[in-house]
């Protein structure tokens, strides 16, 4: 595949995700609400995208054509691959399609798919911030339907000190890698 056709794919599979995804409903209410979320995607575009006419598709008509759809943008990116399809999100890499939207996600690719080979290592700072990120969230959620109790299944109220302090030293830690807490967002 020559770097044009790998370029055009790519397009392409975002244009047949749309087309996909916004079902029997046209063009022009996708543009619509794109306008509604901030910013338009015209109708011309969208129709472009979905037939192969368009050449690239710039991030922010990606961000607000997966907002509008009411999905992620990775999705938009390995559409009809997802889990165990191969695309290839990188010229001459093929990757199933799980490992490409957690690459897209955050996570590195999967160190043992032939696709991260002669690739540099994640940089382990970032890859560290976004796992205490995560980490924080799920610690967060935790805490707060342990709070709420008595509802479902939650984990035992007497667990309340060590969720707080996890989430602490997650707040600490994610500060140090030069992550960003808002006021107020110590959440412990």
């Not at 790519?10 to 749309?18: C, F, L, P, T, Y």
């Amino acid at each position: 595949m020559t770097q044009t056709d790998w370029q055009q794919a790519q397009v392409d599979r975002v244009g047949d995700a749309i087309k996909s995804l916004r079902g029997d409903r046209s063009a022009q209410w996708l543009s619509d609400a794109t306008n509604e979320l901030g910013c338009r995607v015209g109708r011309s575009t969208i129709s472009d995208l979905e037939n192969g006419r368009r050449k690239y598709i710039a991030v922010h008509e990606l961000v607000m054509l997966a907002a509008a759809l009411g999905t992620s943008p990775a999705v938009l990116l390995t559409f009809g691959s997802v889990p165990d399809g191969e695309l290839e999100l990188l010229p001459g890499r093929t990757m199933n399609g799980i490992d490409a939207a957690n690459w897209l996600g955050g996570d590195g690719i999967n160190r043992f798919s032939p696709a991260a080979q002669g690739l540099p290592q994640d940089h382990s700072q970032t890859k560290e911030l976004i796992a205490a990120a995560r980490e924080r969230r799920r610690v967060n959620s935790t805490l707060i339907e342990t709070q709420l109790g008595g509802l479902t299944d939650y984990p035992d109220p007497a667990l309340v000190p060590a969720l707080k302090d996890r989430l602490s030293g997650l707040v600490s830690r994610i500060r140090e890698l030069g992550g960003v807490i808002r006021d107020g967002g110590d959440d412990g």
